[in-house]
Structures are given as structure tokens and as C-alpha cells.
């Protein structure tokens, strides 16, 4: 039994639109699996669709976690179950500090994990692992009491969505276009964080245009991604070929 | 204590309609203030406070039947004292000029005296709790405070009601003179219950180089109107007012903020933040007066409001009117709601949609929450105002 599995997975848009065309994908632990495809193809929506957003309308198929059909879940039940989505655009929050909002979350994930009763984090825990994943994420300290990415550089906000990964250790991790907006530093810091969590514990989905990141998260599987479908799949090598020749190959390719 | 003056002035000025633009968008159909009775007695237990445990060097406790006074231990040179009707400042900055608050001049009964000596500095907060506690009667209430040259000080006035769907009216006039020097930091926390029409003018007025820093908190009431004037009378005077609300319901709350600079050099900061929930209403009305010789003036003001429902409202009026050309003055209002795309991120690592829109909530609180310098107070205020947020908006 996958870790993860989606079974003909079809998303749509509030309006209608499908954006998703059938999806089937199966990720294990110890396993990075990349999704590249161009701009508009629909990564986003089917990394905000595998994480529970109440816009993106699943029409048909099945989202699995450990065998457990989560497709009609809510995003908080998907995440206590162990599912990680590292935004592309992460959303400030004014007024609540990054620490005050990463204790919440790592309560709420325990208090799910204890059978719905109160098992919080004693805080000289929370704190040494805190300033220890600031410190290998190269995240200053400075950072944990202020407002959860309220004027936070686009390369501070990357590096705290994976400083939330590593606090709340999830045991699949979907990252969206993370690379985006990283200079090659932040990537290779960012991307050694995430690589370092993948193991017997941790699966990643890898969701990114560009093969770049995959120089510092090795995947052990490719899948092309376009017009909302995988239409091909293989080995690292893939990664290189799009790199060289683009996604022309598929696109103008009738779905 | 009648003052004959105010009651006549009160029987001839008309409940005001919405046709008067302070009262236009505040409905007072229904209301009579000459309609309810003046009680000389409470019923029942006290009213719970939004501030426990706090550590005071004095306090009272006001009802209808009268003042009760706890200050043992008081150093020389602080009053904290039934107010007398004869005090030379009394009606000085709240006098009788419109129906409510010719209404308190005529009928009031119980008030406070706090006067701060000259140099005399308080650790601890001086407190007073009015509270209503006779369905369907009427409670007026007058304080006045003078802290003098250089003193320093907190006092903190907390109105609520024996129970939460209590009727009532309740009218209160305010009256700080802060002199040369002083720094005055004074909370008026509002928590009537919601069946209590609440009409309150609080005025200050601010001398040379004093500095009043105030909070003013909203829980309760039904309806009315709460005033707050402060003057910057002295040069070098500086005023900071901080507001938090919370309206659930139909409660209607309605705060008009008045900056009047007199004196050059003269500084104000006031913001108002507010969360509106279920057909909860609020008005929040600004104006920055500065007056020619007030040069130099910086004032600032602001009012943002959260939405939690489709029919929760909010009507934000702030107005400028200056007539000195060298000052600063900036304003602001919004208005908005909770996000979808927030929730959702918080929901994405774990926390339930409740809890991802009380942390929302209780975020958007946190900088006027910040402004407040007492802990206690800060502390207090932040759990009364998550207290509101319920399980699901």
C-alpha cells in the first residue's frame, strides 16, 4: 500500500472548469517524486486540491493516505494525518508570531494524534527544536516573533514553510514551485532542509517547471505533467531531457 | 442632587432622529430615555468583570443604590472620594449642551472624585466598577478625575450589568483634567449586557507636555452613543487612544472620536479596531479639529473593522477640519473580512477551521492590543475579546 495514491484524480474550478484530467500516482516513503510541467498545466491546483482547498472541487477519483480514502476530508484532518503542503505563495498572517503559530499547529496535530485530548508540547521541547531547525534552515532568530510571513522576503517565507515541515514532521510532503522566487543559496539551504527530512519516515511530491530544484532533491521518479494530465513518466533522466528541450514535445498534444 | 438647569434643558431638547448627522446612522426609535425610572437600590449579586485579579490601591463599586469606597491604604495626597456637587471642576468639560448629557446633569447621583497630588506617582491602578442591576431602570454616573502637575497614574473603569440580557439604560459622563506634566493612562472597559442602552461623553483635557494614554474597550450594550473628546490644550501635550470592540447579535456600537488641538506642538494617536459579528453594527466617526495657533500638530487616527458575517456592518466617518498650515495630519478606515485563502493555510497544517479563524481574529487585535501598556490590562482584554469568538463564526 502507497503512502500516497491518487486514482484518476479529476479536479475542477468553483465554476466548472476541470483542471485536472484524470490523475493516478503512487508515492511511498523514502521516495521523491517530481511533477514538472509548464506554466497553466494545472500543478497548483492539483497541490491545493491533494491538500484539502474548498475551491478546488474534486469531480471524480480518489485521494489516498496509508489505504485511507481522505478524498472528502478537510484540509486540518489531511495535515494531523501527516500530509504537507509547502505553499508556492504563502499567506501572511498579521498579529500571530511564526512561534505562537507553530506551537498551535504542533498541538493541534498532537491533540488529533491523542485522540481529540490536549497534549501540548512542553515549551523548553518546542523551543530547543525550534532554534535547532532555525539554525540548520539558516533562518535568524529574529524571525520567530514576528508575524507569521507579514513582510517577509519571498525567500524568508520559503524557508519558513520548510522550517514548518520540519517541526511538524510530516510523512508526505507536497511542495509547490518551492524554487520559485529562491536564489541559488536560499535553494540549496531550502532544498537540503527538505532533502534531508526524505527517508523511512517522509515521502515527497516535488511540484516544480523548472529542473533546478531537482539538482539538490534527488527524485527517483519524473512525471511530465501537462493540460492537467501525466502523459509521461520515468526516471531522473527525464528531468534533464525537459531542461534541454522543454514541454513543446506534449503541449498543442489534444487531451 | 438635581441641578435644575440640566433638567430643564433635558425636558426641552428631543430625543435626536437620524436626521442629525452625529445620530444618522444610530437609531434611537423606541428609545426614551424620561421613560425609565431612577432605582435608589440594587438587586442582586455583583456583575463578573472582564478584569480579574487585578492588584489596585483602591477601588469602588458603583450601582443604583450608591458608591462604595475601598481605599485603606492610600499614600497622602490621593482623593478617591464620593464627588461632591460643589466641585469648582464639575460640568467644566461635560456640561449639559445636549439631551444625554443634560440628561446626567439633572439626575445624577453617584460620582467619583480622583485627584491626584501634585508629583504623587501610584505603582498600583486605581479602579471603579459601575454596574447596572435593576431591569428596566436607569443608572447615572459621574466621574471626575484631576491629576495634577507631574503626578503619574492608571485608573481603570470597568461598567457591566448584573446579567448578560439585563434592560437598561445607563449614562455616564467623564470629566480628566490632566495638568502640566502628568501622565494619566486611563481604561474604560465597556461590558453592559445587550439589552442596555448606553450613552457615555468622556471628555479630557490635556495641559502642557501631559500625556493621557487611554483605552477604551467594547463588549456590551445594545445601543447608543460613547463620545470621546480629548483636548490638547498645552503645548507639547500628547493624547493616544486605543480602541477594542467586539459585537455579536444585534448590538450596535457607536464611538465618535473628537482630536481637538489647541495648542501648538501637540500630538494625537487614535485607533479604533473592532470584529463584527452575526447582525452586530458599528459607527465610528473621527474628526482631527485643529485650531489656528496649533502649529505643528501632528494627529493621527484610524478605524478598522472586521467583518465575521454577511450581515454585519460597519460605517467608518472620519472628518478633518484644520485651520493652522503647518501640521500633520493622517487618517485611515477599513474594512474587512476573513479570508478564505488564510484559513485554508493555517487548516493546512493541522488547526481546525475554528481555531484557524480565532488565531485570525484574535491576529488582527494584536497591534492595538500591543498599544496597551499595562500587562494585566493587555492580558485581560486580549482573552475578552477571544471570549467572543465562538467555535464557528
Known sequence: MAL????????????????????????????????????????????????????YQITQGQILLDGEDITETEADERAQKGLFLAFQYPHAIPGVTVTSFLRSAINAVRKAKNGAVDDPIPVPEFRTELFAQMERLSVSRELASRYLNDGFSGGEKKRVEILQMAMLKPRIAVLDETDSGLDIDALRIVAGGVQELIGPNMGALVITHYQRILNYIKPDFVHVFVGGKIVEEGGPELAKKLEESGYKEWEGVPA | MANAEAAVRFAELPVPTTHEEPWRFTDLRGFDPASYPVPTEAIGAAAASVLPDLDVAASAEVSEGGITIHADALPAGVRFEVLDEHDPRLYGLVGWSDKFTAHNAALWKHGLLVQVAKGVELEKPLYVRIANSVPGGALFWRLLVVAEEASRFTLIEEYASASPDLPGYTNAAVELYVEQSAKLEYVSVQNLSRETWHFATHHARVERDAELDWVAGGFGSKRGKIRIQNDLNGPGATSRVTGAYFADGDQHLDYDTFQEHIAPNTESDFAFKGALRESAKAVWRGMIRVEKDAQKTNAYQENRNLLLSDTAHADSIPGLEIMANDVRCTHGATLGRVNRDEVFYLMARGLSRAEAERLIVRGFFQDVLDRIELLPVREALGQALESRIPQAL
Do not use: R
Not at chain 1, 472548469?17 to 492539483?46: F, Q
Open chain 1, 4 to 55: 500516497l495514491e491518487l486514482k484518476d484524480l479529476h479536479v475542477s474550478l468553483e465554476d466548472g472548469t476541470e483542471i485536472v484530467k484524470g490523475v493516478n500516482l503512487k508515492v511511498d516513503s523514502n521516495e521523491v517524486h517530481a511533477i514538472m510541467g509548464p506554466n497553466g498545466s494545472g500543478k497548483s491546483t492539483l497541490s491545493y486540491a491533494i491538500a484539502g482547498h474548498p475551491a
